[in-house]
């Protein structure tokens, strides 16, 4: 079986990213928002900051308390999207609960929408339309491409219909001639539609989701769940899994690289596209 790492995929999509920034007459600039003191959503920003630098983008991260109003977030994002000096703009979710997130992805100016989650961005995205694509998925693909593991015409089952990973995921499986089905929590005849799988996405959040039993001999499975069991990180995957599929990515080190490398990759188009 082939460990997918993500480590030398992503260098490559960093490598894309430090290469176009040469031909920029200005240092793409990316902007984080936090609010409250979550521990995920603080090391999750902390690694996207120190990546950003350790490129060459401008890094800025603005905390907000937890208690921060909708109102005043808002305003911060206005003056954002304003700004010449932001060519990305970030939150980090989830959000306080007083806080609607569709709302505040909304306000997010679509060409600087660096997650990709702005609905003008996802409408693009099914039309086949250029897009600022959303980081995981578009990771995802990467990986794919960097392993050159073969998607046209292969069989790609979905499990999780989530609007970051699931969703765009398949949008973007089909553009590569993929015939893909989603599956979810409701659907009756899991097992068996997995099994089906020639790439098999595992997107749920909860560990241990997809068993042996569930993947075809030879598949190749891609772990995009990070759950935390008996004090580790671990995927959605069994990792009895490895004794099936022919090549399977790591948790952690396997997908969560790729999504950082691309939100690096988003700055430097974004910024490219403002020009």
């Known amino acids: 079986m082939i460990e997918l790492t993500g480590a030398p995929a992503a260098e490559s999509l960093l490598q894309q990213a430090r290469d176009r920034m040469q031909n920029l007459p200005v240092v793409p600039h990316l902007h984080v928002v936090r609010l409250g003191e979550d521990p995920a959503s603080v090391s999750y920003v902390r690694l996207k ?22 109102a005043a977030l808002l305003a911060l994002i206005d ?20 806080i609607h997130a569709q709302t505040v992805l909304e306000r997010i100016a679509p060409e600087k929408d660096v997650d990709g989650f702005h609905p003008r961005n996802v409408g693009k995205l ?19 491409d960097h392993y050159q593991i073969p998607l046209s015409g292969k069989h790609v089952v979905i499990v999780g219909r989530s609007n970051i ?52 001999p030879g598949a190749v499975v891609l772990d ?22 022919s090549a399977l990515t790591p948790v952690p080190g396997g997908i969560g690289p790729m999504t950082v490398a691309h939100l690096m990759l988003n700055t430097v188009v974004a910024a490219e596209r403002q020009q």
Not at 60 to 68: A, C, Q, S
Not at 79 to 96: E, F, K, T, W, Y
Request: a neutral charge; hydrophobic letters at 40%.
């Open 49 to 70: 900051d120190k990546k950003a630098r350790e490129i060459g983008l401008q890094s800025t991260v603005h905390v907000l308390p937890e208690d921060t109003t909708e």
């Open 126 to 144: 099914w039309l086949g339309q250029e897009a600022l694509l959303p980081c995981t998925p578009a990771g995802i693909l990467a990986m794919c």
């Open 165 to 216: 990973v699931g969703k765009p995921l398949a949008a973007l499986m089909l553009s590569r001639d993929a015939t893909v089905t989603v599956a979810h929590s409701r659907t009756s005849n899991l097992p068996e539609i997995a099994r089906t799988a020639d790439v098999l996405v595992a997107a749920v959040g909860r560990a241990g989701t997809i068993t042996p039993d569930m993947v075809k």
């Open 79 to 98: 003056n954002l999207n304003g700004s010449r000096d932001a060519h990305g703009i970030l939150v980090q979710l989830p959000l306080p609960s007083h």
């Open 224 to 245: 995009v769940g990070v759950n935390r069991k008996d004090g580790k990180l671990v995927g959605d995957v069994d990792p009895a899994v490895r004794e099936i599929a």
